[in-house]
């Protein structure tokens, strides 16, 4: 019998050879388990870049960061390209497990029409190479989406990255239309990803030819939310099948529910509360170093019966609120304290931070409070 198809069990209970042959076994059977379990591993984050439409003669960057998901040192020993029109550099130094590095593939791109180009990496991770890839359509014409369509996740482009239905009373349907413009090189279907129960989604048309504009339009179904005032959620766009969520393609969305006073008489009207602000809007200035900043309004009942902070909410989470009363009899005021936290404030913001508040003023249940600061 071959000595590869002994069991060590066998060799050292029938006493098969001497000592150094048990030995020998022990160290090749360790060395072909450390052999096996010391290896790296290279996982890119994403290992085809669309560019979508691009201009002539402009070259154009794709990075593709990858992660050392082994237990050894990862070495990209080459990175070839299929072509002179790309250059591509990469991380020269061994990346340890858990790190990252990335490659990156600079595209001069000299031809007119749809390409498919690729570069071919080399590495301690395979025995064979790993090709990335690159596609898109080389236009003289490209389409600027910055003014109408301003948000950009992946290629696709949007007008707002905020969904909002402002005012709905039990049993509207209001609806928000999503415009959507298809910047990649293939046809898209626009989809909404973790969509609440309460909120319907249709793409108009259903699918969008590169360069092609259409909405994704939006119902709320009061009907189907079961608590009055504000509900902040988040949805998230899907750019390809198989897309995941996360924060670059997550959009927010707002809904806000008001008290029904319809059933309201003439005489619970006249003596309802009223509210009012000191100021409806804030302007915090620059934050400079600071940590934290901090103000405040002055909220007062101007009318005839106890005035009730229903429900209070921020549309950003640099923002904190804190009330010393949530209830205010006739003729009385408290204060709302607002802070701004640099920590999650960012600096490239798309809207402007607000803090709305649903009260039992018949004539007022929504206030909004509007910050402005700087980082």
Not at 99 to 109: L, N, P, Y
Not at 189 to 202: G, N, Q, T
Not at 236 to 241: G, H, I, M, V
Not at 257 to 284: C, G, H, N, W, Y
Request: hydrophobic fraction near 40%.
């Amino acid at each position: 019998m071959p000595l590869k198809y002994l069991s060590l069990s066998y060799i050292i209970n029938e006493r098969f050879c001497p000592m150094k042959y048990i030995l020998l076994v022990i160290s090749l059977v360790m060395s072909a388990f450390m052999g096996v379990k010391a290896q790296p591993k290279i996982s890119f984050e994403r290992e085809t870049y669309d560019f979508g439409a691009i201009m002539w003669k402009q070259p154009i960057t794709a990075k593709f960061e990858f992660t050392n998901t082994g237990n050894k040192a990862l070495v990209i020993h080459n990175v070839e390209s299929s072509c002179g029109c790309i250059v591509a550099s990469w991380t020269k130094k061994p990346v340890r497990p858990h790190h990252k590095g990335v490659i990156e593939a600079v595209f001069d791109a000299k031809m007119l029409g749809h390409f498919h180009k690729f570069v071919r990496v080399y590495s301690n991770a395979t025995t064979r190479p790993f090709d990335l890839s690159m596609t898109g359509v080389v236009s003289a014409d490209v389409v600027d989406y910055s003014h109408n369509y301003p948000i950009q996740i992946g290629n696709i482009h949007l007008d707002t990255d905020h969904i909002e239905f402002a005012d709905a009373n039990k049993g509207d349907q209001p609806t928000f239309e999503l415009k959507v413009a298809n910047g990649s090189s293939k046809d898209y279907a626009p989809v909404l990803m973790h969509l609440p129960s309460y909120i319907e989604a249709k793409a108009i048309p259903e699918k969008l030819a590169p360069k092609e504009t259409g909405i994704i339009r939006l119902t709320f179904h009061s009907e189907k939310y079961p608590f009055l005032g504000i509900n902040r959620t988040n949805v998230y766009l899907a750019r390809y099948p198989g897309d995941k969520v996360g924060e670059d393609n997550q959009l927010d969305v707002i809904s806000v529910l008001l008290p029904d006073f319809s059933k309201l008489t003439t005489a619970q009207r006249a003596m309802a509360p009223v509210v009012q602000l000191s100021a409806t809007e804030i302007d915090f200035g620059e934050m400079g170093n600071k940590k934290t900043l901090k103000k405040h309004i002055t909220i007062t009942n101007t009318g005839r019966s106890d005035l009730k902070m229903e429900d209070i909410q921020v549309t950003s989470p640099a923002l904190n609120v804190s009330l010393k009363k949530q209830v205010l009899a006739p003729g009385k005021s408290t204060k709302m304290y607002i802070s701004v936290n640099a920590k999650y404030l960012r600096s490239n913001a798309k809207r402007t931070p607000r803090v709305l508040m649903i009260t039992n003023d018949p004539k007022h249940p929504k206030n909004e409070i509007t910050i402005k600061v700087k980082k």
